[in-house]
């Protein structure tokens, strides 16, 4: 199982580790409650086992204008958007956040993804000056938290920032032999380290979908509620463009991205569907239990009929009370 750059240094300050994907990556330092609550500060969170692929060449924002959903043309070096590559038909091949550089542009996508996105994305690309090639020996630090901003700037450290839906987050790439010198400075900054236990917590909390387990290829982009912030409607066309519009223009979802709060005694997990007056409503994605939080939260899909309000349900088997919101 490979290795983070930066896990000999997580170590020693007391890393728990565990498999994400097919990375051995910090899971908690030990107090995963002190780490979801310092993450209301500032949480310094190890992401360099997501996938990196490096686009190169003239055309490389040219052609990511054409495929991605967002506008790129629109970004210069040090921006950063979020995007979407989606097949004709509306479904979503990945997610992702670009990030411009001044001589290549990175794409940031889930673990696992890298192959594919380079295969069908690369597969777009005839006559133009572009080639896609997975990013090696490179660390991705990211802070998040109500003092983010400040940290990033006291660590004196150039940071791309991303802006969420409860807050910008900021994103550092490093090669992987200057990543411990570079977490050392926003430790010392005040930035506290997070495993990927509080991770989950967090972008549950925040409402931020993951490529396979809120996400699949199976869904259209406004199923999953992203075209709002990863889809331009002034760009132009790109692959899926007229699918995306005319299921907005006319309400044609089959499904919808919600959120749910459960009974913490709920036993609730990923998988169980819930039901609105006996009928089946949906079904969860993702769910987490915050240890400071006085319920159980989670992201899910609500059939059409039931995404449009916020609606009481039954969770599982244990029929545990729950309730939805529309995202």
Same mark, same amino acid.
């Given at each position: ?40 500060? %500032?949480?310094?969170? =190890? ?18 204008? @054409? /495929? ?50 380079? =295969?069908?994305?690369?597969? /777009?690309?005839? %006559?133009? =000056? ?17 003092? !983010? ?11 791309? +920032? ?8 900021? =994103? ?29 917590? /967090? ?5 931020? /979908? ?13 199923? %999953? ?8 409607? %002034? ?10 519009? @005319? ?6 979802? !089959? ?14 997990? !990923? ?25 159980? +939260? ?11 309000a916020p609606l009481d349900v039954r969770i599982g088997a244990a029929a545990a009370k729950g309730r939805i919101f529309p995202d």
């Amino acid at each position: 199982m490979p290795e983070l750059p930066l896990n000999p240094y997580w170590k020693s300050l007391g890393a728990r580790f565990a498999a994400e994907g097919t990375w051995n990556v910090p899971a908690n330092f030990g107090d995963v409650k002190a780490e979801y609550l310092a993450a209301k500060d %500032t949480a310094l969170i =190890d992401f360099s086992w997501r996938a990196k692929i490096k686009v190169t060449g003239g055309d490389r924002i040219l052609v990511l204008h @054409r /495929l991605l959903t967002n506008d790129i043309k629109s970004l210069g070096p040090g921006r950063a958007c979020p995007a979407a590559f989606l097949t004709a038909q509306g479904k979503v091949v990945a997610v992702m956040d670009v990030y411009v550089f001044a001589d290549h542009v990175l794409l940031d996508a889930e673990a696992g993804l890298g192959k594919k996105i380079i =295969d069908r994305l690369g597969a /777009l690309i005839i %006559t133009e =000056d572009a080639a896609l090639a997975e990013a090696e020996d490179l660390a991705h630090l990211g802070l998040w938290g109500q003092n !983010a901003e400040a940290r990033a700037r006291a660590s004196g450290l150039a940071f791309f +920032r991303r802006d969420l839906p409860e807050g910008p987050a900021f =994103d550092l790439f490093v090669p992987a032999a200057g990543a411990e010198a570079a977490a050392k400075r926003l430790v010392n900054a005040g930035a506290r380290p997070c495993g990927v236990d509080a991770y989950e917590m /967090l972008r549950i909390e925040k409402g931020l /979908l993951r490529y396979g387990r809120d996400i699949t290829e199976d869904m259209t982009l406004p199923e %999953t509620g992203l075209d709002r912030i990863s889809a331009s409607e %002034t760009k132009g066309c790109y692959p899926g463009q007229e699918v995306v519009a @005319r299921t907005n223009t006319y309400h044609g979802h !089959a499904k919808k991205i919600v959120r749910v709060e459960f009974e913490k005694s709920a036993g609730a997990a !990923a998988g169980d569907k819930f039901f609105v007056e006996g009928k089946e409503a949906g079904w969860l994605t993702s769910v987490s239990v915050p240890p400071s939080a006085e319920k159980g +939260r989670g992201l899910g899909y609500a059939l059409k009929g039931y995404f449009d309000a916020p609606l009481d349900v039954r969770i599982g088997a244990a029929a545990a009370k729950g309730r939805i919101f529309p995202d």
